[in-house]
T-cell receptor
Framework: KAGVTQTPRYLIKTRGQQVTLSCSPI?????VSWYQQTPGQGLQFLFE???????NKGNFPGRFSGRQFSNSRSEMNVSTLELGDSALYLC??????????????????FGPGTRLLVL | AQSVTQPDIHITVSEGASLELRCNYS??????LFWYVQSPGQGLQLLLK??????LVQGIKGFEAEFKRSQSSFNLRKPSVHWSDAAEYFC??????????????FGTGTRLKVLA
């Protein structure tokens, strides 16, 4: 079974631009969560999508948005990029996601990440 | 506020030595607890998780962790470290928010270096 894939793996943008990152979950998984990872801050939760609906959201500005398609693939968009948006963006997929809490069978599987550099 | 603390940013051990990585959390109830490992250029891989029951949890790659409620800790251990264990390790908790949703909070990570 193929794992979580993220494209592109590396990206360089300049301030003010916008960027779209893509995540393809494991086949059969309906939940996709996005995280931002920066040195010293660890992983910060951005949002979670389940069946094309945003079900959970972290404390990020509205410049960060996402969507999920009917095949469960998800995209994350960041508009008006700032230097501080430079980070590794990770997505994680799971069967049913965060609703109602995890179960022993429910595990988040992470992709390799997209490293974004904003100049 | 809920938080996860990994007090050691870097740890260096010799191959074959034992390892303990510390994790403390702040949360009003008993959270769900996780340890992940991240190798360079890779995503996070789940090592083990605790939901309830036996407070000593066994994971993959020979790792184990012990939940101590009185200390709000969930330390990761391995009796004999291999060079391939060099990576960054993240502790995470799963909590229910005041709005009723569920989320993960991650620690800032501990980078493990293994000396030959």
């Amino acid at each position: 079974k193929a794992g979580v894939t993220q494209t592109p793996r590396y990206l360089i943008k300049t301030r003010g631009q916008q960027v779209t990152l893509s995540c393809s979950p494991i086949s059969g998984h309906r939940s996709v969560s996005w995280y931002q990872q920066t040195p010293g801050q660890g992983l910060q939760f951005l949002f979670e999508y389940f069946s094309e609906t945003q079900r959970n959201k972290g404390n990020f500005p509205g410049r960060f948005s996402g969507r999920q398609f009917s095949n469960s693939r998800s995209e994350m968009n960041v508009s008006t990029l700032e230097l501080g948006d430079s980070a590794l963006y990770l997505c994680a997929s799971s069967l049913f996601g965060l609703a109602g809490g995890p179960t022993l069978q429910e595990t988040q599987y992470f992709g390799p990440g997209t490293r974004l550099l904003v100049l | 506020a809920q938080s996860v603390t990994q007090p050691d940013i870097h740890i260096t051990v010799s191959e074959g030595a034992s390892l303990e990585l510390r994790c403390n959390y702040s949360y009003g109830a008993t959270p769900y607890l996780f340890w992940y490992v991240q190798s360079p250029g890779q995503g996070l891989q789940l090592l083990l998780k605790y939901f309830s029951g036996d407070t000593l949890v066994q994971g993959i790659k020979g790792f184990e962790a012990e939940f101590k409620r009185s200390q709000s800790s969930f330390n990761l251990r391995k009796p004999s470290v291999h060079w391939s264990d060099a990576a960054e390790y993240f502790c995470a908790v799963g909590i229910t928010t005041t709005s009723g949703t569920y989320k993960y909070i991650f620690g800032t990570g501990t980078r493990l270096k293994v000396l030959a």
